[in-house]
């Protein structure tokens, strides 16, 4: 591991140009869980995926009172940034850092200090709602204040419409504009860094090819092996509050 991570050291202080993908494992450490690691919120209740479904979420109501149950106290809106966010912010000071895309909806990268600017949530926030049929936009909060005073299934306060989390769920389409940019970053790299995502979920985890493929030398930081490990240059396993400061004292 000591030379893994020497080894990823060199490749990262001989960088110009760095593109980071990160998915839910970099923020398991603030008390986050993710999906599908060994504590995963799918890994021990599969059935959990099904309020993750844009169709199942827009036509029962019963799966959106689930998911605003679930959402009303979750760690994830008090959650503060580990020493791995901390660590980015570093590398985007040290001017290498190309692009942070992110799987993450929890929006620790920017309560770090990464600039807004260089991060792309690949699969949106779970900080705003917006409403199916008018298409309004509002702050998460106002929503989870009314399910908090008793209103287990919020609607759009303009038009009556069904409200839902400015997130991407399964049977969406990621937004064109973001995934452009983050496909130019994967393109126009020279290291990619992907940090604690199980790289399943396309497009994200193709973009760990596509940056592959021209020739960047890519960097996995995961406690479970994935589908992009023989890919890469140098695989690391270990809990990624401690490797990735290490790999990234600049
Ligand atoms: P995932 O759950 O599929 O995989 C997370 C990976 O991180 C696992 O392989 C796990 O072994 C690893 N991991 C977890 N904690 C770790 C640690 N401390 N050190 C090292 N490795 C660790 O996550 P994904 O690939 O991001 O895909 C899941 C989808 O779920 C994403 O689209 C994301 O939008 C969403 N999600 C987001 C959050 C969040 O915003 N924090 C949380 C859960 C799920």
């Known amino acids: 591991m000591a030379d893994d991570i020497e080894r990823a050291r060199e490749l990262i202080a001989g960088a110009q140009r760095v593109t980071v993908l990160t998915g839910a494992g970099i923020s398991t450490d603030s008390g986050i869980p993710d999906f599908r690691g060994p504590q995963g919120v799918w890994t021990k209740n599969p059935a959990a995926e099904l309020i993750w479904n844009y169709d199942n979420y827009r036509a029962d109501p019963e799966v959106r009172r689930e998911a605003w149950r679930d959402r009303v106290d979750h760690p994830m809106f008090t959650a503060v940034p580990g020493p791995a966010h901390e660590a980015l912010v570093a590398l985007e000071r040290s001017g290498k850092l190309l692009a942070l895309l992110t799987q993450n909806i929890d929006g620790l990268h920017q309560k770090a200090g990464s600039s807004a600017s260089l991060v792309a949530e690949l699969h949106g926030s779970n900080h705003g709602t917006v409403c199916l049929t008018c298409g309004a936009v509002a702050p998460m909060a106002d929503a989870l204040e009314r399910v908090r005073a008793g209103d287990d299934d919020p609607t759009c306060e303009r038009c009556g419409g069904v409200l839902k989390a400015t997130t991407i769920m399964f049977g969406e389409m990621l ?34 090819g596509v940056a592959a493929q021209v020739g960047a030398e890519v960097i996995i930081v995961n406690a479970e092996p994935t589908p992009y490990d023989d890919v890469a240059s140098v695989v690391l396993r270990g809990g990624i509050s401690e490797v990735l400061p290490e790999v990234l004292r600049l």
């Open 175 to 208: 937004d064109v504009d973001v995934l452009t940019r983050a496909r130019d970053a994967a393109l126009a790299c020279d290291r990619f860094l992907a940090i604690g995502t199980s790289l399943g979920v396309h497009p994200a985890a193709g973009l760990v």
